[in-house]
């Protein structure tokens, strides 16, 4: 019996398997038989690992991942289309093949396939459901200690007062209250999570190795603050984007979550300005730089500012909000700049 166009990649990935992690996952690192690193989003950690030794199939086979923390699991197919966030099997397939340099499939071969993927949006949406509004919880007043003053009532946040956290597949377990952020996409579909853990005395984040961690289709997605309509002010974090909002409550915000996914973000239909808000490090400025080459390629007009601190969140607590709203006014279409002084 011919085995399946699935199958054949599944092995063909598992046979290059440390190859596969050190482009997928580069964040993480070998630690004996396996891969390790923080979740399948690529953050720093050591909840998913990734077994680089054992059969091409079957029992303890090469390739297969669990995530310690959320209890995702699959081979390297499920991988690739979790960390790259496709929503469609071909998607992942056609990836995989782009990767191991293997042609494409035909019609015929794709015509009758049947796929089961383990859906990372929907345990997303899951611990999502399972939060309750963010306002007189830990999360505001870890939001707040930061000098955060951006309305949350209506924001796309929510807490969560006893999450489960696991520093690595081998580590207990515990329950760490979060900062929950609703990552959706374009259509407003909620397509993701991004969890920050909360110290459970302190205003501050928790002292653990992975504070931020993202689950679903994350990447080409954000965390949405207002309604975009033909400009928005794009960031890194969700500090960051809260800090911008809170010198201009009234102008639609998004935060990339990270230096990759900014870069990557997906722009809305009828879009035609945009603000990018770069950290102030390598990672943010050369993702600044790449979002704005693609917004030009199709002819959305983007303006650029790089934090003067760490962050717009460092720069708020350090340089002070109206010098924050100074530096940003003569980037802003006058529309915009007019409708927000006016509130």
């Known amino acids: 019996m011919m085995e399946s166009p699935a199958r054949t990649?599944?092995?063909?990935?598992?046979?290059?398997?440390?190859?596969?992690?050190r482009h997928y996952l580069s964040n993480g690192r070998r630690c004996g038989n396996y891969w390790i690193v923080g979740d399948v989003n690529n953050n720093a950690g050591r909840s998913l690992y990734v077994r680089l030794k054992g059969p091409?199939?079957?029992?303890?086979?090469?390739?297969?991942?669990?995530?310690?923390a959320t209890s995702e699991h699959g081979d390297l197919l499920d991988l690739i289309r979790a960390r790259e966030g496709f929503a469609s099997f071909r998607d992942t397939l056609d990836e995989a093949r782009r990767f191991l340099r293997a042609p494409r499939e035909t019609p015929t071969e794709h015509h009758g396939r049947r796929a089961s993927e383990y859906d990372t949006s929907t345990f997303a949406r899951k611990i999502w459901a399972a939060c309750r509004p963010i306002v007189g919880t830990k999360a505001e007043a870890y939001l707040r200690a930061r000098k955060i003053t951006a309305d949350l009532s209506d924001a796309p946040l929510r807490y969560h007062p006893a999450l489960i956290y696991r520093e690595s597949r081998n580590s207990p377990s515990r329950k760490l209250p979060a900062?929950?952020?609703?990552?959706?996409?374009?259509?407003?579909?909620?397509?993701?999570?991004?969890?920050t853990f909360v110290d459970p005395d302190r205003n501050d984040k928790a002292n653990v190795a992975s504070q931020r961690r993202s689950l679903g289709a994350i990447l080409g997605n954000g965390v949405r603050f207002g309604v975009i309509d033909d400009f928005v002010i794009i960031g890194e974090g969700i500090e960051t984007v809260l800090s911008l909002k809170s010198a201009f409550p009234d102008i639609p915000m998004i935060a990339g979550l990270?230096?990759?996914?900014?870069?990557?973000?997906?722009?809305?239909?009828?879009?035609?300005?945009?603000?990018?808000?770069?950290d102030n490090d390598s990672a943010g400025r050369n993702a600044m730089r790449k979002l704005a080459e693609r917004a030009a390629a199709v002819g959305v007009e983007a303006g650029m500012i790089a934090s003067?601190?760490?962050?717009?969140n460092d720069e708020l607590r350090h340089i002070a909000l109206e010098r924050l709203r100074l530096r940003l006014v003569k980037l802003l279409p006058m529309s915009d700049f007019e409708e927000s002084r006016r509130s």
Do not use: M, Y
């Open 258 to 278: 990270s230096a990759a996914h900014l870069a990557a973000w997906k722009f809305p239909a009828g879009l035609r300005r945009l603000l990018i808000a770069a």
């Open 179 to 195: 900062l929950i952020a609703a990552v959706t996409d374009n259509k407003g579909e909620i397509r993701g999570i991004h969890r």
């Open 56 to 68: 091409l199939s079957g029992k303890g086979a090469r390739g297969k991942w669990t995530d310690s």
């Open 308 to 312: 003067q601190g760490k962050d717009f």
């Open 9 to 21: 990649l599944s092995r063909s990935l598992a046979e290059n398997v440390e190859a596969v992690c």
